[in-house]
């Protein structure tokens, strides 16, 4: 069974700096990917950074690029987002999301990935 457990949420003034983190267990050894989501009161979730588990390869929503940083774990199967110069619009329930090869094949990376952890909320007050 594949368990998805983020941790590192809280509240932080904007400016400042946050890590999230994600631990995997029960992910097959050819996951394809994993990545970051979020979603704010009232809006639908979205993408916001995503990481190739086999090459690093990393790739970011606009509104986080150059503030957010992914990175993994190999050997913890875990994966982190280090969040810089949080804004306000920042504040949302973050979830991390794992995704096999066949899922990122045939729908697209991390556009419905295959697993989901609970959420973490980060609130940035201003």
């Known amino acids: 069974q594949v368990q998805l457990v983020e941790s590192g949420g809280g509240l932080v003034q904007a400016g400042g700096s946050l890590r999230l983190s994600c631990e995997a267990s029960?992910?097959?050894?050819?996951?394809?990917?994993m990545g970051w989501f979020r979603q704010a009161p009232g809006k639908e979730r979205e993408f916001v950074a995503v990481?190739?588990?086999?090459?690093?390869?990393?790739y970011y929503a606009d509104s986080v690029k150059g503030r957010f940083t992914i990175s993994k774990d190999n050997a913890k199967k875990s994966t982190y987002l280090q969040m810089n110069r949080v804004k306000a619009e920042d504040t949302a329930v973050y979830y991390c999301?794992?995704?096999?090869?066949?899922?990122?094949?045939?729908?697209?990376?991390?556009?419905?990935?295959?697993?989901w952890g609970q959420g973490t909320q980060v609130t940035v007050s201003a």
């Open positions: 990481i190739k588990w086999d090459n690093g390869r990393t």
């Open positions: 999301a794992a995704e096999t090869p066949t899922t990122a094949e045939s729908k697209g990376v991390m556009t419905h990935p295959d697993y």
């Open positions: 029960g992910l097959p050894t050819n996951t394809y990917a």
